[in-house]
């Protein structure tokens, strides 16, 4: 029987972590709201948008067809759902929350006050920050030790990656809590050993964007060619083997190191003529121009679809190799 004809069933590895609220139904929490159910988790949605009801149903309806592509299954998917907007509600009785509401410090911080006034103490709390450190946005927190950060990549529910990132006073015990929740639900979960703005991947993102802008300011190509450079060379390499095997292999049998004694000086010398252009309104108003230029005629649900197409493709492959 085809899979997506089944309704989602919990795992015995999940049973501890329903339900589940979902703080902020923006651009991540309907995609892991979408996920958590296709998993058959209970689900309740928490935002202060008037909308919220319309926004998250049509939400979950465009996300069903990549999930069904990735072999989840989606009869009656919103049956475990509920919508609340009000936040003492949405929280009673919370195994975990995933938080993502928007990237502020301040409104971070007051927002895992009101949290924790309404959860248990033995309630995960995660916050899908992608930059902000668990230790400033517990600052003001009672318990801080249950809190910490679980950074997914966008899409949440098709991107394997889940950055888990603990704060200074997070404890051991809920660091391994927030690693079992996130492999229960088939993510490759990564716990990062010390708290760092913008943690790994989007630092790594942040260099190598910094370097794109520079490359479309000095006019040596333009976006949608700079982006055909990445998807038909780096990126391609880089959903392969991560840039230290890809320069490990570069050096032939002597691998990395012979690598770097023939191309390192070369790469040095690189590194200084690197570019560093800000984002001020000159910048932004040329990247404005360009992105609208090239992708602006198309509608965003279909440059959304292609993403996710492709990305299902990927992934495909790296399952049926690791089959
Ligand atoms: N967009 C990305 O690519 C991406 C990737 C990974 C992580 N993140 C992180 O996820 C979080 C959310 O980002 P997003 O892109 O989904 O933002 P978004 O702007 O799309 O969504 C934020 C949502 O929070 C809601 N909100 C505002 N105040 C609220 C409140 N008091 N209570 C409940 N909900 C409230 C808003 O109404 C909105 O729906 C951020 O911390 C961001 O750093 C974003």
Do not use: C
């Amino acid at each position: 029987m085809n899979e997506n004809m089944n309704s989602p069933r919990l795992s015995e590895d999940l049973q501890k972590f329903s339900p589940v609220t979902v703080i902020g139904a923006g651009v991540i929490g309907i995609s892991w709201t979408a996920y958590f159910l296709a998993k058959g988790l209970e689900v309740r949605v928490n935002d202060v948008r008037p909308d919220l009801e319309e926004v998250v149903h049509t939400g979950i309806k465009r996300i069903i067809p990549s999930l069904q592509k990735l072999g989840l299954p989606t009869k009656g998917l919103t049956d475990r759902l509920t919508i609340e907007g009000n936040l003492e509600r949405a929280l009673v009785g919370a195994a975990v929350v995933q938080e993502n509401g928007p990237e502020r410090l301040d409104f971070k911080q007051e927002l895992y006050v009101m949290i924790e006034r309404f959860v248990s103490k033995d309630t995960l709390l995660l916050s899908s920050s992608s930059g902000l450190k668990a230790s400033e946005i517990a600052g003001k927190m009672e318990y801080p030790e249950r809190m910490l950060i679980g950074h997914p990549f966008n899409p949440p529910h098709l991107v394997p990656l889940v950055e888990i990132v603990p704060g200074r006073s997070t404890a051991s015990s809920t660091v391994e809590k927030a690693v079992n929740f996130y492999e229960a639900l088939g993510k490759n979960a990564l716990v990062l050993k010390k708290e760092m703005d913008g943690f790994v991947a989007n630092r790594l993102q942040s260099a190598l964007f910094r370097e794109a802008v520079h490359l479309v300011l000095e006019g040596v190509v333009s976006m949608d060619e700079l982006d055909e450079i990445v998807t038909s060379s780096i990126g391609l390499r880089w959903a392969a083997g991560g840039p230290f095997l890809t320069f490990h292999l570069g050096g032939g049998k002597g691998g990395l190191p012979a690598f770097l004694k023939h191309l390192g000086p070369g790469m040095n010398v690189l590194w200084e003529h690197l570019g560093k252009p800000h984002l001020d309104e000159g910048t932004i108003q040329l990247l404005s121009e360009q992105a609208i230029s090239f992708y602006g005629a198309i509608e965003q649900n279909q440059l959304e679809e292609k993403r996710d197409s492709r990305q299902l493709y990927v992934l495909d492959a790296f399952n049926e190799k690791n089959k």
